[in-house]
């Protein structure tokens, strides 16, 4: 996420800085994933942006290369190709008009080829997404030691400072039966022994009781168990809690992100400290004997008063 890292490690390989100093000899760089949502800082360096999810768009750019690699055109002539590849934009292609306080105001494709609005790619339906069967085991243990399986994209709380609530919108799930298939899959062919529901919320997903108690019926017998990463407060079930510590208590993580109930409703939040109270109480009263907590210091409009907060909710 370091912009400056991407000059760096173009400098260490001896490939020029800036994409109109490349020639035929040099690589195609390309950049994708969240930061490339803004592109413009590095405009002159990347050759061309995936903009959204890859799983899809990836495969598609690798068709036009492996056509390309059998003509004898040049760079160019693949970057107009790719360029009608939805999702993808190529800086080169357009003419970027500014305001004068520096913001952009207009951007107007110079070929015809571009198209005048680039749109991101979504994965519309996620049940029919490629997802691995196998995963790599490392010989050591590593931070995250377990099998994730990811049970929707997206997030409907609109957190204000959160980035990947708006850039992975909408919200789409993947269906039980989907899930179940997959975590017997992964269970068989990794030997792990904790299974994390992972998302932006996974305790929004429309289907999550039905989900954990399935997963438990089928592992309770072989120990293993299900974790659900940072809860939020607000969508705390004390029923699902109950169903995960029939093989494990797994550990426990909840977001408040700021110390004072003020700051929490700036950034939109939508938690109170008595969620916070309510659902801790209740974990370690059932035998949690550690519980992780999110904050984040430097939101706007922070006073000090806000960050010793944090340390009072701690007490």
């Keep these: 996420m370091s912009y400056t890292n991407i000059i760096n490690m173009l400098d260490l390989g001896n490939i020029p800085i800036l994409s109109k100093d490349r020639d035929e000899r ?11 949502y803004n592109p413009e800082p590095i405009a ?49 292609f357009y003419k970027t008009y500014y305001n004068e306080d520096g ?25 029919k997404a490629y997802f691995p069967e196998k995963l790599i085991i490392p010989y050591i243990e590593t931070v995250h030691d377990r099998i994730p399986l990811e049970i929707f994209r997206g997030c409907t709380r609109g957190c204000r400072f959160c980035q990947a609530g708006i850039i992975y919108r909408p919200v789409r799930e993947k269906s039980p039966k989907r ?44 120990k293993i168990g299900v974790s659900l990463p940072s809860l939020r407060l607000d969508s705390f079930s004390i029923e699902i809690l109950k169903e995960m510590e029939k093989v494990r208590k797994t550990g426990l993580t909840f977001a408040p992100e700021a110390g004072s109930q003020r700051l929490r409703n700036v950034i939109n939040k939508g938690i109170e400290e008595k969620d916070l109270t309510t659902a801790v109480s209740y974990a370690f009263k059932e035998g949690w ?3 992780k907590l999110y904050f984040m210091i430097g939101l706007p409009t922070e006073t000090d008063d806000d960050i010793l907060g944090i340390r009072d909710l701690g007490y």
């Design 26 to 36: 040099d690589p195609f760089i390309i950049a994708g994933g969240p930061c490339a």
């Design 103 to 127: 913001t952009i105001r207009k951007m107007e494709p110079i070929i015809e080829e571009a198209p005048k609005k680039v749109k991101k790619r979504i994965i519309r339906d996620l049940d």
């Design 44 to 92: 002159d360096i990347i050759d061309f942006f995936i903009i959204g999810e890859g799983e899809e768009v990836i495969l598609e750019v690798l068709e036009k290369y492996r056509d390309f690699k059998n003509t004898s055109g040049s760079k160019i002539d693949f970057l107009k190709e790719v360029c009608q590849v939805e999702g993808v934009y190529v800086p080169r």
């Design 179 to 222: 899930l179940l298939d997959l975590a017997e899959e992964l269970v068989e062919k990794t030997g792990y022994e904790n299974i994390s529901l992972t998302s932006l919320s996974s305790c929004d997903y429309s289907q999550l009781q039905l989900l954990v108690s399935e997963l438990i019926d089928r592992y309770e017998e072989e």
């Design 289 to 291: 004997s550690s519980i």
